[in-house]
């Protein structure tokens, strides 16, 4: 006779970490949380011989060959020329200038078929013929930094190499349709640094003051969200979002004119904004440009920060940079194109006639005083002192303007990957990296088991960020939502995959997304990888979906990590059908998505 004790069963498969200590890791920065997943993956990977794939990372597994090994080679020439002036074995002399450009063209005669040999030919030319560089004073610049063996002059940027950076914004944020003007440029460490030196100046030169009411385009980088509520700042922030949506209720991650039109509060300081965004990678679309240049000409105060780190990710992009320029000051980091996290170079680029300037000098008089006082040893008229020449002298406390600015080798680095550029007239190099993230796309999709979502030229395929909720709803209806909020933090699913199967992503909410969001890194591992993440997360919200439809079965909701409690009767029929219902959940998966996708294609395509 059966017995009428009820069983409890396992619905979801329990994880290691409590939902109490998702909640408190829920907390923490996503980069943060990501170090924890890790190692849940990790443990995993020992447990199950797992392989780790980690897709959180930004950073991306490939690089720029050309301009590195230009460095290289320029290095050798560069110790030639040292040991031209004191040869000691040990010790040598400092790089002459005259003549080095006539040496540079012998040398690389020699190295004919050498690795980056070309290129350095190529670098000198442009010098010369392109920008009417003096030859002598252009290589000796690049020889004498390479090696490194003077402070940074001037110390916001080196003379040639700072035209050269400009001629690079011009074709990839500018989409070589500069505005009137030039802009003035500060190389820095990496955009990390850059972040560091805008805020602080802005708060230095009174352009910002603790409290003020600042916008955020979000989804964003964390960090800028970090920030903004420290302490020393205690901004208010005014979000816009990226809350557009498809007929089907899928993010296409623009923003309504609706949220642009928040920029028209007067008391916004600041507005700042990764374009294109992070995670989404969509830049804005000439409707939403046309918007935001309209409010700032009628708020010409207003300050924005443009990070377009993504940039050379997006066809024909075109920055703020290049449409209000005045407004604007960008921030540009070669880390992500170039494959060069680890030399952290970035740039800070203000138009020579901005904003900033001209409220410095609209300033109240015991401001202005102060500023005289803050800057008065570095130079006679601190009135006159530019903004972006005060980023510099606060980078280094102003007491140690002198020493400041980005260190020459670095310099000369950041000056070949902008020539690759440049150099590189069929952008061959810019279409590749285009090419990879994307076929990396295909591959995840694949693995999802679903079509891919309708084109968008503005789109840069840098990271992804999918919206569980959405899946949920489009796929399950209402019912399934609520019973996945009642029984599961936002980041369960990352737990989920991280313990079953390896797999580390970041939780999309920490950078201001929707709380049910997930930022893939297309960057950061091999193609083949991304289709088994895609199945890996199929499986995952499988398990969902089981313990959701056994929940049906007995008109109750599970508690997550507590069980259910099954009738006897009820119970034999899920374990006799416990295989065949895990195919057929993972099937009623695919089907719905697919259904949802159809439905979506229809939408669009009756739309135009």
């Not at 350095?120 to 920008?131: D, F, N, R, S, T």
């Not at 893939?520 to 193609?527: C, G, Q, Y």
């Not at 499986?539 to 009738?567: C, F, H, M, N």
């Amino acid at each position: 006779m059966a017995s009428t004790t009820p069983l409890t069963v396992s619905l979801a498969s329990a994880l290691k970490t409590t939902r109490s200590r998702q909640r408190d890791l829920e907390q923490l920065s996503p980069f943060e949380l990501k170090d924890y997943l890790i190692t849940l993956a990790k443990d995993s990977q020992q447990t199950a011989a797992l392989t780790m794939l980690n897709a959180g990372r930004g950073n991306p597994n490939w690089i720029a060959t050309e301009p590195r090994d230009a460095f290289f080679l320029l290095g050798q020439f560069a110790m030639k020329e040292a040991r031209r002036v004191r040869d000691d074995v040990i010790l040598a002399g400092m790089p002459p200038k005259k003549g080095c450009a006539d040496r540079l063209r012998k040398f690389l005669s020699k190295h004919k078929g050498a690795a980056g040999a070309d290129f350095l030919a190529g670098v000198l030319e442009y010098g010369v013929k392109v920008k009417n560089f003096v030859p002598d004073e252009w290589i000796h610049e690049l020889t004498d930094s390479v090696i490194g063996d003077n402070y940074p002059v001037p110390p916001r940027a080196l003379v040639h190499l700072e035209q050269i950076l400009h001629d690079y914004l011009i074709k990839e944020m500018c989409d070589g349709r500069p505005p009137k003007g030039k802009f003035d440029l500060f190389p820095v460490e990496g955009g990390t640094a850059a972040m560091c030196y805008i805020f602080d100046s802005l708060m230095q030169n009174g352009l910002l003051k603790q409290g003020d009411t600042i916008a955020l385009f979000l989804p964003t980088f964390t960090p800028y969200i970090e920030i903004a509520h420290l302490e020393r700042f205690q901004f208010k922030i005014v979000a816009i979002n990226a809350s557009s949506v498809r007929a089907d209720g899928t993010h296409d991650w623009h923003y309504p004119a609706s949220e642009i039109a928040k920029l028209a509060n007067p008391k916004i300081k600041l507005a700042v904004t990764v374009n294109p965004s992070n995670p989404p990678s969509v830049a804005f679309s000439p409707v939403e440009m046309k918007q935001i240049v309209g409010l700032i000409r009628k708020n010409p105060d207003l300050v924005l920060v443009t990070d377009d780190v993504y940039g050379t990710f997006v066809p024909n992009f075109r920055s703020l940079m290049a449409e209000v320029p005045h407004n604007t000051i960008c921030v540009y980091s070669f880390s992500k194109n170039f494959g060069c996290t680890g030399w952290r170079l970035g740039v800070i680029a203000t138009h020579e006639k901005n904003t900033m300037d001209r409220r410095i000098a609209e300033l109240p008089a015991a401001w202005k005083q102060r500023l005289e006082k803050r800057y008065g040893a570095m130079t006679m008229e601190p009135d006159k002192l530019k903004f972006i020449d005060r980023l510099v002298a606060d980078s280094r406390n102003v007491a140690l303007n002198h020493t400041a600015g980005l260190s020459l080798p670095q310099q000369v680095q950041m000056g070949f990957f902008a020539l690759s550029h440049l150099l590189d007239l069929k952008d061959a190099y810019k279409h590749l990296t285009m090419q990879i993230v994307r076929a990396r796309r295909d591959a995840l999709w694949r693995g999802l088991g679903v079509p891919l979502p309708p084109e968008d030229p503005m789109r840069g395929w840098y990271y992804v960020e999918l919206d569980f909720m959405v899946w949920a709803r489009n796929t399950y209806g209402d019912a399934f939502c609520k019973y996945m909020t009642s029984n599961y933090e936002p980041v369960d699913f990352l737990f989920r995959l991280a313990e079953k199967s390896g797999v580390v992503l970041m939780d999309g909410g920490g950078f201001g997304g929707p709380p049910w969001s997930i930022r893939i890194s297309l960057a950061n591992l091999d193609d083949g990888d991304y289709s088994k993440i895609g199945k890996h997360m199929v499986d995952a919200a499988t398990e969902y979906v089981e313990a959701w439809k056994a929940g049906q079965l007995v008109r109750s909701g599970p508690t997550a990590g507590k069980g259910q409690k099954i009738k006897p009767a009820a119970a034999k029929r899920q374990a006799a059908g416990k295989q065949a219902g895990k195919k057929a959940a993972r099937k009623a998966v695919k089907q719905a998505v697919k259904a949802a996708a159809k439905a979506e294609r229809s939408a669009t395509k009756g739309a135009k």
